[in-house]
């Protein structure tokens, strides 16, 4: 067995993807007349202002949530297209708790278990459905976008409806419980962000240091050696297609305060910037593991 790569090779591979990147983009700014270092001091300025940094970061959280979850389903070989469904549907589950259950110390924790459960099954369903009758689930999770949409806009102005919406649709205010906490003087809410971290962590050491792992990454790079070794590709992709909803379904905790407000179309773009994050973190990832591979 190859001994471990040193940390100084990582590093250096690290840095070799940043530079080429940083030259890429260059040649990009010079062919539209901007300036390359006048792009980089404008892109970068960002780094010296703390609330800069706390608004990055806001934003990041549902990216790296959504975005662990597809970098895994993408690597099984599950093309989960869903992730803006099953945002919709974390964020239906967290409204539940904390309009329609008794308020309390607990409000919190069930807007997690629920917002996870109803995403995890949303995806779920259409791992099932290609596991079962062989269906894509490009188009499954696509179409199950649209029902999770329609289902929000029907519970914002049917039985979810505000009592005191008059013209724009909202629901009622949440109770105080339901309320993320947030970093001082930010609007960084730090459990998601906590919990995000975590899960991109849990997910690499799932991936490379488990025999579930090794079972994904089979099915994923050779389904026909997956199929000579006896594995249960359906039961494999479920459990990737739960995975891969739940998360998405925690990030819908992040756009619930939307549906609170009637905007159904919370998440949109970032399901699209996730993907976008998944397949790049990917590609960095194949790269960066032959220039260590090599050196």
Known sequence: MDPA???????????????MALVALGVL???YGVAPLEAYRVFLSVLGDPLGLAEVARRAI?????????????????????????????????TYAALFLPPG????????????????????????????????EILVTLMQNYLAYYLVV?????????RTAFGFLYTDPFPEAARLPVLPGTLVHWPTLLLGAVAALVLHVLLFRTPWGFEWRVLGENPLAAWY???????????????????????????AT????????????????????????GIVGGIIGGVVGGL
């Open 5 to 19: 790569p040193r940390p100084l090779k990582v590093v250096g591979a690290y840095a070799l993807f940043v530079g």
């Open 29 to 31: 700014f010079r062919a």
């Open 62 to 94: 549902p990216l790296l949530l959504i975005g662990s979850g597809l970098a895994l389903a993408f690597r099984v070989g599950f093309f989960n297209i869903g992730a803006e469904g099953q945002l919709l549907l974390g964020a239906v589950g967290a």
């Open 105 to 136: 110390p607990w409000t919190l924790p069930l807007m997690f278990l629920l917002g996870g459960a109803l995403g995890g099954v949303w995806a779920g369903l259409a791992a099932w459905l290609r596991a079962r009758f062989g269906a894509s």
């Open 154 to 162: 029907y519970l914002v102005a049917g039985p979810w409806k505000g």
């Open 229 to 255: 070794l006896g594995l249960d590709a359906g039961r494999l992709l479920l459990r990737v297609g739960l995975i891969s909803g739940a998360l998405a379904g925690l990030a819908g905790l992040l756009f």
């Open 258 to 281: 939307r549906i609170n407000s009637g905007d159904p179309t919370a998440g949109i773009s970032y399901e699209l910037t996730a993907i976008t994050a998944a397949i790049i973190g």
